[in-house]
């Protein structure tokens, strides 16, 4: 019975552990509502079905999301220009691509050349907050307005489709293979990520800085430089988002790439369980916080919600999932619970903090 | 009220923060047309005192008795008390840099016109008048950002007095200044005082006390020690006031010298006119291996800040430092602990630890950053490294890896040292290593400030704690009112010295 109690207390004791259940809840209410919802079905030599759905249009969210964890960590804000951002990548993939029945440039620069857009706006956001010292929600509003400009300037205020088959590879499936690209893309962006954080000192650096910049300075951590590799990262994860977008659709529309995603993003940082003040946290927590919020728009829309009204239910869910985990709300639950076993008076079992 | 000129009675005051007590049947007495100083070491109960009285925080038993009240007041807020009567400046001036001089002076209660407004006109020239009548020259229709922190103090001041002129509290309100706008803070306070005010100047800067104020009060661990006419307290007798030690019956505490005056030893560190301006003044030293360095003096006289200087926490703007003879220029603090300094900080919750990070993480993360990043510490090494500094310098924690804030403060100070122990410094700073921790800690650490120096490191040691330092350092530096004003070794080094020294000037 004890060891039972102790099992269980590990288990609920992660970190991950509220997110992976919001997750699955999330699921289970779709399973009841839509029971096809876990089908999978072969089309056209392809995989279908709402659990594909969310790994599809999930992924870019999922990389978005990456990015945005460190960000958060490191300078205890968030960046809400990603969405913007990806915009510009895109639609300075597109433009460089042309809209004739070749590319105009070779496909990889025009994806490196999107990167490094994406980079560049990075280096700005990180430049204003890490040297600046402007707060990050100012610091990148400016791209979240200016960015679509840049878009709308690259795309000439056009929507420009790309004509080879070949652009939607990455948005959508490569010949002859049944899984999703995007799937690939964003296990490559999560996978690299974790690998390097693990790896090297760097995630136990940003932590530092994000959890206490002083400190970290004075023991030879150079807490600016580290912020703004953070922030450059997350335009690079917000330039992919955007290629990812763009390959889907085979144009780019510079009003609607990644239009709204950064609240998305947030949330979804939020969902697995970070502190949007920084300091510790955890990259699977963001991943499955992402998955949460697209398998919600997912099921909503399986659920025959209009998309205009969506917003509404799926903030309710995330102030919800959010509030779960807040601390406050755990100490009060403690503190109702521990007045209930005293009032019953305590068996002399252990007080639990 | 028995005499006509006491304009604040406080009497008894007892407060509690948490359990601990901050302060202890205190009485308090400002008489009008007096500056009235309130001294006292860190944690004496200087600020809750003036916090009490301006309502800031609450008491729990005691008497406020203002002149004009017949019975005992009780502000509960900051406005209350402004309201009575009592306003506060602080060193940070709390006024609106974007808004103009004269609506700073009158904000919350502008001159209204007809329609309801601001009348403009009247407010700027009332504004006039308020300054004209203080003797400062200012064009009251520009922003308060246009002019020095000096003058945005002077327009604070000019606030608190025209809103309501019986008792003036300033805290601290020379740190930000230099000489010359510390002067013309001094002219207004006495031009004040010559109205009829009463000030009370809460500051560390023993100089100035003795230059502009009429009476002293002397705090200590958050009880009273007295209250002296200033010409019956010579400068000594106030630093031993202020220290807690009678400086007639002082009980001679002799340190066991180290050899320090070996020729042939190594110098460590040779600071030339090396200075941060506001800061520290230039200064000299020379430092040798094996050494055990006190910094001696009273907050805000530098100790603190002349450390930061060599470490480069604080940027040097002017001198140059060598250390083992080779010149060295600290841009930013891994240039330091790479050169063979570590640096332990005053506040351990601000600078110190990472809280959240585990016991473990934060024992290594110094040395992982003289590594660089990507020359990672396997996680072998980095347990190996652990345990070996939880055994050594018995840290009390359950786990290596729970975060290091579940640990008490002695412990947590404790890693802060393996931290640094574990980057192997020829040089290690340890600025107020044994504050707010328990006393077996505090002996602790004081044998192993000593073992370090036997085994060839040299340390220096900041303390507000005399005794610690005598039993600890092989040679002391003065400092005084940001400057180093004197070095002491071996015989010399006792307490009476130390005091002397401390306080300097016409007192000893």
Request: proline residues 3%; neutral net charge.
């Amino acid at each position: 019975m004890k060891q039972n109690e102790s099992f269980i207390k590990r288990i609920t004791g992660r970190a991950l552990f509220l997110p992976a259940i919001c997750l699955f809840l999330v699921l289970i209410a779709n399973l009841v509502q839509t029971p096809d919802f876990f089908n999978i079905e072969i089309i056209n030599g392809a995989f279908y079905g709402f659990i594909i759905d969310i790994i599809n249009w999930g992924s870019g969210l999922i990389i978005m999301a990456v990015g945005m964890t460190l960000v958060v960590s490191s300078s205890g804000g968030a960046d809400i220009s990603v969405g913007s951002v990806s915009a510009v990548a895109g639609a300075i993939c597109v433009a460089a691509l042309g809209t004739e029945e070749a590319y105009q440039v070779p496909y990889v620069y025009s994806l490196l050349l999107a990167l490094l857009a994406g980079m560049l706006c990075g280096a700005f956001n990180g430049f204003l907050v890490a040297y600046l010292k402007i707060v990050p929600m100012v610091a990148t509003l400016i791209l979240l307005t200016a960015g679509r400009g840049i878009a709308q300037l690259a795309t000439g205020s056009f929507i420009l489709y790309v004509k080879p088959d070949s652009f939607k590879y990455l948005g959508t499936f490569l010949p002859g293979v049944w899984i999703p690209t995007t799937l690939f893309v964003a296990l490559f962006v999560v996978l690299i990520t974790w690998l390097v954080l693990k790896r090297t000192s760097l995630g136990m650096y940003i932590q530092s800085v994000g959890i206490n910049p002083q400190a970290s300075r004075l023991m030879g951590l150079n807490s600016k430089r580290i912020i703004f590799g953070c922030y450059i990262f997350c335009g690079l994860c917000a330039a992919i988002a955007g290629l990812v977008s763009v390959s889907r659709t085979g144009s780019a529309d510079a009003n609607n790439i990644g239009r709204y995603k950064e609240l998305d993003a947030i949330a979804a940082v939020a969902i697995g369980g970070n502190m949007l003040s920084g300091g510790k946290f955890s990259l699977i927590g963001s991943v499955i916080g992402a998955i949460t919020i697209q398998a919600l728009t997912t099921s909503l829309s399986a659920f025959h919600v209009a998309p205009d009204q969506q917003p509404l239910y799926k903030a309710v869910v995330v102030i919800i999932i959010v509030a779960i985990q807040s601390p406050e709300l755990k100490r009060w639950l403690r503190g109702l619970k521990n007045k209930l076993s005293s009032a019953k008076t305590t068996e002399g079992g252990e007080v639990e903090l | 009220m028995s005499n006509a000129n006491e304009i604040l009675k406080m009497r008894h005051i007892t407060k509690n923060f948490l359990g601990v007590r901050a302060l202890h049947n205190v009485d308090f007495t400002l008489r009008s047309g007096e500056i009235h100083a309130l001294m006292g070491e860190n944690g004496a109960g200087k600020s809750t005192l003036i916090k009490v009285l301006t309502g800031a925080e609450e008491f729990e038993t005691g008497t406020i008795m203002l002149e004009g009240h017949s019975h005992p007041i009780i502000n509960r807020s900051p406005q209350e008390a402004q309201h009575n009567g009592i306003s506060t400046v602080y060193q940070e001036v709390n006024l609106c840099p974007n808004l103009s001089v004269a609506e700073n002076v009158f904000i919350g209660r502008e001159p209204k016109s007809k329609v309801g407004g601001i009348d403009w006109k009247t407010m700027n020239k009332k504004a006039l008048e308020v300054f004209q009548t203080l003797d400062i020259k200012i064009d009251v229709t520009l922003t308060l950002d246009h002019y020095s922190v000096a003058i945005q103090q002077m327009v604070a001041i000019a606030r608190a007095v025209d809103i309501s002129a019986k008792v003036l509290i300033l805290d601290e309100p020379t740190s930000s200044l230099d000489d010359s706008e510390t002067k013309k803070l001094f002219d207004l306070m006495k031009k004040l005082k010559a109205q009829g005010l009463g000030i009370i100047f809460v500051t560390h800067y023993l100089d100035q006390v003795y230059e502009v104020c009429d009476r002293i009060t002397v705090l200590r661990n958050g009880e009273l020690v007295g209250e002296y006419e200033v010409e019956n307290l010579p400068r000594l007798q106030l630093v031993a006031k202020m220290m807690g030690k009678e400086f007639d019956d002082l009980a001679e505490v002799k340190h066991a010298s180290v050899d320090s005056s070996d020729e042939n030893l190594e110098t460590i560190i040779e600071a030339t006119g090396l200075g941060c301006s506001g800061k520290v003044k230039p200064f000299d030293l020379t430092i040798k291996k094996g050494d055990v360095i006190g910094l001696a003096g009273l907050l805000g006289s530098g100790r603190s800040e002349l450390a930061r200087t060599i470490y480069g926490a604080d940027k040097p703007d002017s001198g140059e430092l060598k250390m083992k003879g080779k010149r060295i220029k600290v841009h930013k603090t891994l240039d330091a602990m790479k050169a063979g300094m570590a640096f332990l900080p005053e506040n351990r919750k601000e600078e110190g630890i990472i809280s959240d990070l585990t016991v473990r993480e934060n024992i290594i993360l110094a040395l992982q950053a003289t590594k660089g990043a990507l020359r990672r510490l396997s996680r072998k090494e980095q347990e190996e490294f652990t345990d070996r500094y939880i055994d050594l310098l018995k840290i009390k924690t359950p786990d290596r890896d729970i975060p290091v804030k579940q640990l008490s403060g002695g412990n947590q100070q404790k890693v802060i040292l393996a931290r640094w122990l574990l980057t192997d410094p020829d040089l290690l700073i340890l600025d107020e290593p044994t504050r707010g921790i328990d006393v077996g800690t505090k002996t602790e650490i004081q044998k192993l400030v000593i073992n370090l120096a036997n085994e060839g490191k040299t340390v220096v040691f900041i303390s507000s704690e005399i005794e610690e330092m005598l039993r600890t350092c092989s040679r002391m530096i003065v400092m005084r009112d940001t400057m180093k004003v004197g070095e002491l070794a071996d015989d010399e080094i006792t307490q009476v010295n130390i005091m002397k020294a401390i306080a300097g000037g016409a007192g000893s």
